[in-house]
């Protein structure tokens, strides 16, 4: 039963931890105003919450796998935690240029150097709990 927990649980927290990041970030000065690239849709908490969940969805992925390969899939883990973070800020860019690779506005908007390797830390940490926890036997036959 605890197997099955580890996977969601471990992509939560991701959520969680990108999405007090953005709240702190760029995309929180955003907040009540529309998208700099689709105007009409406003950023609001819950917004930024769903693009979180969404963004991160791989980090269910290396938690499945991690199951299997143990920590061998945490740098997997921190390399999807920081895409999530990479997609979702893409969309502010263009108040700030256009002519940006992919990941540099990571490094220029989103990185953050308290917040950053915090979240990092705190998800490594999870991902070290979950992923070395000794394996419970399976219950035994009546």
Do not use: C
């Amino acid at each position: 039963m605890a197997r099955i927990v580890i996977a969601p649980g471990l992509w939560a927290f991701a959520a969680l931890l990108l999405w007090l990041h953005l709240l702190a970030g760029i995309p929180g000065d955003y907040l009540g105003q529309g998208y700099p690239l689709y105007p009409g849709l406003k950023v609001s908490a819950a917004s930024l919450g769903l693009e979180a969940g969404l963004n991160t969805a791989p980090v269910f992925v290396a938690a499945v796998l991690g199951r299997w390969l143990r920590l061998w899939v945490l740098p997997l883990v921190a390399a999807a935690w920081l895409a999530a973070l990479d997609s979702t800020i893409q969309p502010f860019t263009i108040d700030f240029g256009t002519t940006w690779l992919r990941g540099e506005a990571l490094l220029e908007l989103a990185f953050d150097p308290l917040h950053t390797p915090l979240a990092l830390a705190a998800l490594m940490a999870a991902s070290l709990w979950a992923f070395t926890r000794p394996r419970q036997p399976a219950a035994p036959a009546a």
